[in-house]
């Protein structure tokens, strides 16, 4: 009977638990507020969001910071062309974080709404440390692995080492 009861105890943890998993929080920040949301629509100009109460709010997309949509999280960064970052910013999607690199990725599109070109920027505290133009899955991860903090400490850390 004992075993029965924990096993019972057991499989209803163990489902509470998976499913309590599978939750996402969808929220947007913008430079004055965080607003948690149910259900959001990114336009092409406005967001629409659903607060969990059914009140519907309307955001300029140029006002959002940042934004997590069913897990997927996306920040405002300075865009890189030709290795010299620009005055414009875009909305990247954080694709992986390890080792203390961020690593966002920017999709470019032509005039038919046809994705052409994904640029991936890689982040180490704060600093864009290298943009790469439609690199395979293996580059992205190999950087990643073989990241090494020490390269990027600047020059004064490094005398204050030795």
Excluded: H
């Amino acid at each position: 009977m004992k075993t029965l009861v924990i096993t019972l105890i057991a499989s209803i943890i163990g489902t509470w638990a998976a499913n309590s998993q599978t939750d996402t929080v969808n929220y947007v920040v913008t430079p004055t507020d965080t607003i948690f949301c149910g259900d959001m629509n990114i336009g092409a100009v406005k967001t629409r969001i659903e607060l969990e109460d059914g009140t519907k709010i309307k955001i300029d997309n140029k006002d959002l910071v940042r934004y997590s949509k069913d897990g997927r999280f996306f920040q405002k960064l300075p865009v890189y062309v030709r290795n010299q970052k620009t005055d414009r910013t875009a909305m990247m999607e954080l694709v992986q974080f390890k080792n203390l690199v961020k690593v966002f990725k920017e999709e470019r599109y032509d005039i038919t709404r046809d994705a052409v070109d994904a640029y991936f920027y890689f982040y180490y505290n704060g600093e864009c440390i290298q943009v790469d133009r439609n690199p395979s899955l293996a580059n992205i991860v190999d950087f990643v692995d073989e990241f090494e903090y020490t390269d990027y400490i600047p020059e004064e850390r490094n005398l204050a080492k030795q």
